[in-house]
């Protein structure tokens, strides 16, 4: 494991530390700029990601290491420090000395006055492990929960009061899990069934999703896009809560549906293929990125009903149609706390004051969109969050999605009509889902 994937991981957690952005967006860009080992891949991927789930726990220990508050030091030096904790206390195959040494060069690359402050903290870490006391759970349940399963103090409050204490910790523990490699089988060219029997020689094991009935999940997964069953388009990467929306939708073929915050193209997909790829759907997105993404993924799947438009759906769509439409989705812009697994940078970017924003965003595509939805249409309004969301209308009536789903969904749906779902539940993102009907 050479220095130089230490380098590109340290350098990720910089820019990760200092402005917005997505890790998997960024450890891309350091493998497409640099000729790395499958092994210096996995390495870099696993120090990325396991600083990022362990992010508050590390600055824990590295403050009662050093006694003095992490924030103190510049960027580069605490994350070296996260780097290297993470590594002895997780890493059991790397050597506590690869890991103090190759972290004390890395400081004196660009910060030579503080290799001996990374080296005496590092090493104290390793002889203290043992020892490093830690918030007492009955009395200071917040902190205990933020510290030792890594989430905000804000985050976990707010969990608290909405879960208690019990879901809250285990919530906040599967958060840390890497999530499930799943997938949606393409029902224009395949069955699940078949996909499975394609897929066993190249997949360690598969096993059917607990609600989606054209789902699977996948181990041993190892660059799927070179797959030749994916390029095919015999499939689609998504998670399992993502597949449920659609099902909730209901669409049938010939209907015209707007997904109105479509890139990159997973749900629209999937509306498609229940479709039959028959009808009209109008996919719109303020992404032009987004947008091209979703036009290769309709053409990898085979689909030509979807019709993508870079445009802002909280903003006059009138004119790109004349007719309302039959059914509208709207996955809209949201905290993202439901996907913390995918994107555990997003505990540490994310503040409280998000929620609201995202809410208001909301409020205004459902009133901006329903005028253009039929009499009698369904709306299925839907977030990657754990937030109850916006979902106040009263030109809409709250529709029972239980006939939508199987015996399995159903659990997941609330007094109110509402979907949650969790990694609590059945190893899924979390979703929030309420299906509505425009009044007659």
């Given at each position: 494991?050479?220095?130089?994937?230490?380098?590109?991981?340290?350098?990720?957690l910089?820019r990760?530390?200092t402005?917005?952005?997505?890790?998997d967006e960024f450890?891309?860009e350091?493998?497409?700029?640099a000729?790395?080992?499958?092994i210096?891949?996995a390495?870099i991927?696993?120090?990325v990601?396991?600083?990022?789930?362990q992010?508050?726990?590390?600055d824990?220990?590295?403050?009662?290491?050093?006694?003095?508050q992490?924030?103190?030091?510049?960027?580069?030096i605490r994350?070296?420090?996260?780097?290297?904790?993470?590594?002895?206390?997780f890493l059991?195959?790397?050597?506590v000395?690869?890991?103090v040494n190759?972290s004390v060069?890395l400081?004196?690359?660009?910060e030579?006055?503080?290799?001996?402050?990374v080296?005496?903290?590092?090493?104290?870490?390793?002889r203290?492990?043992?020892?490093?006391?830690?918030p007492?759970?009955?009395?200071?349940?917040i902190?205990?929960i933020?510290v030792?399963?890594?989430?905000?103090a804000?985050?976990v409050?707010?969990w608290?009061?909405?879960?208690?204490?019990?879901?809250?910790?285990?919530?906040?523990?599967?958060?840390?899990?890497?999530?499930p490699?799943t997938?949606?089988?393409n029902?224009?060219k395949?069955?699940?069934?078949?996909l499975k029997?394609r897929?066993?020689?190249?997949?360690?094991?598969?096993?059917?999703?607990?609600?989606?009935?054209?789902?699977?999940?996948?181990?041993g997964?190892?660059?799927?896009?070179?797959?030749?069953?994916?390029?095919e388009?015999l499939?689609?990467?998504?998670d399992?809560?993502?597949?449920?929306i659609?099902q909730i939708?209901?669409?049938?073929?010939?209907?015209?549906?707007?997904?109105a915050?479509?890139?990159?193209?997973?749900?629209?997909?999937?509306?498609?293929?229940?479709?039959?790829?028959r009808?009209e759907?109008?996919?719109?997105d303020?992404n032009?990125?987004?947008?091209?993404?979703?036009?290769?993924n309709?053409?990898?799947?085979?689909?030509?009903?979807?019709?993508?438009?870079?445009?802002d759906?909280?903003?006059?769509?009138s004119?790109?149609?004349?007719?309302k439409?039959?059914?509208i989705l709207?996955?809209?812009?949201?905290?993202?706390?439901g996907?913390?697994?995918?994107?555990?940078?997003?505990?540490?970017?994310?503040k409280e004051?998000?929620?609201?924003d995202?809410?208001?965003?909301?409020?205004?595509?459902?009133?901006?969109l329903?005028?253009?939805l039929?009499?009698g249409g369904?709306l299925?309004?839907?977030t990657?969050?754990?937030?109850?969301?916006?979902n106040?209308?009263p030109?809409f009536k709250?529709?029972?999605?239980k006939q939508y789903?199987p015996?399995t969904g159903?659990?997941?749906?609330?007094e109110?009509?509402?979907?949650?779902?969790?990694?609590?539940?059945y190893?899924?993102?979390?979703?929030?889902?309420?299906?509505?009907?425009?009044?007659?």
């Open positions: 494991m050479e220095r130089g994937a230490r380098r590109a991981s340290l350098n990720i910089i990760l530390d402005k917005e952005g997505f890790a450890i891309k350091a493998f497409d700029s000729s790395f080992s499958v210096d891949r390495f991927t696993e120090l990601y396991g600083v990022l789930r992010r508050n726990l590390l824990w220990i590295i403050e009662k290491a050093s006694k003095r992490i924030k103190k030091s510049s960027a580069l994350n070296i420090l996260r780097l290297g904790a993470y590594q002895l206390l059991d195959k790397v050597p000395s690869a890991a190759e060069k400081a004196k690359e660009k030579q006055r503080s290799s001996g402050f080296n005496a903290v590092l090493r104290n870490i390793d203290e492990r043992n020892k490093i006391p830690y007492v759970p009955e009395e200071h349940p902190e205990f933020s030792r399963y890594s989430h905000p804000w985050l409050k707010r608290i009061e909405k879960y208690g204490l019990d879901k809250t910790i285990e919530l906040c523990r599967l958060n840390n899990d890497a999530p490699f997938i949606r089988a029902r224009l395949i069955k699940r069934e078949e029997k897929l066993k020689k190249d997949i360690d094991s598969i096993e059917d999703c607990s609600v989606s009935s054209n789902g699977l999940i996948l181990k997964v190892s660059n799927i896009s070179e797959n030749l069953a994916f390029k388009g499939f689609y990467v998504q399992e809560a993502a597949q449920m659609s939708l209901d669409p049938k073929p010939g209907e015209k549906i707007l997904d915050c479509a890139a990159p193209g997973g749900k629209s997909t999937d509306i498609a293929e229940l479709m039959e790829n009808g759907i109008i996919a719109l303020v032009k990125k987004g947008i091209g993404l979703l036009n290769e309709c053409e990898r799947l085979g689909i030509d009903i979807v019709k993508p438009y870079l445009k759906a909280a903003k006059d769509i004119d790109i149609t004349k007719e439409f039959d059914k709207i996955d809209a812009p949201c905290s993202g706390l996907v913390i697994r995918k994107h555990p940078e997003g505990k540490w970017q994310k004051e998000l929620i609201i995202s809410q208001k965003v909301q409020k205004r595509l459902i009133e901006n329903s005028g253009y039929k009499d369904a299925v309004y839907s990657c969050s754990t937030e109850n969301e916006e106040e209308h030109e709250v529709d029972d999605i789903l015996e159903k659990m997941l749906v609330d109110k009509g509402f979907l949650h779902t969790s990694p609590v539940n190893r899924m993102d979390g979703f929030f889902a309420v299906r509505l009907k425009k009044q007659l």
